[in-house]
């Protein structure tokens, strides 16, 4: 096995990713997330399933770190504009 559980995880989503390589469909957040639930659902023994769901989660969190990252720089953007919409 591995020593850092984030290997697990980054590995399994790997496997997402080349299992939708394979099968010729687009790989994005929600195909790997479907994908994920996929080898949740029919994981062999409850580590898999539980190394599974980790990788869905950190999934998850990136996309939503992403999104408030992109919140703020819109807010940033917004406040540097002046009323006529230029830039500083």
Same mark, same amino acid.
């Given at each position: 096995m591995?020593?850092?559980?984030?290997d697990?995880?980054e590995?399994?989503?790997?496997?997402?990713?080349?299992?939708?390589?394979t !099968?010729?469909?687009v790989?994005n957040?929600?195909s790997?997330?479907?994908?994920?639930?996929s080898?949740?659902?029919n !994981?062999?023994?409850a580590?898999?399933?539980e190394?599974?769901?980790?990788a869905?989660?950190?999934?998850?969190?990136?996309?939503?770190?992403?999104?408030?990252?992109?919140?703020?720089?819109t807010w940033?953007m917004?406040?540097?504009?002046?009323?006529?919409g230029?830039?500083?």
């Amino acid at each position: 096995m591995f020593s850092h559980d984030d290997d697990q995880e980054e590995l399994v989503i790997g496997e997402a990713a080349l299992n939708l390589v394979t !099968a010729g469909q687009v790989i994005n957040q929600v195909s790997l997330l479907k994908e994920l639930g996929s080898m949740a659902s029919n !994981a062999n023994d409850a580590v898999r399933k539980e190394v599974v769901n980790r990788a869905i989660c950190l999934l998850e969190r990136l996309s939503s770190t992403r999104s408030r990252d992109k919140t703020v720089l819109t807010w940033m953007m917004a406040s540097l504009s002046d009323d006529d919409g230029k830039h500083h």
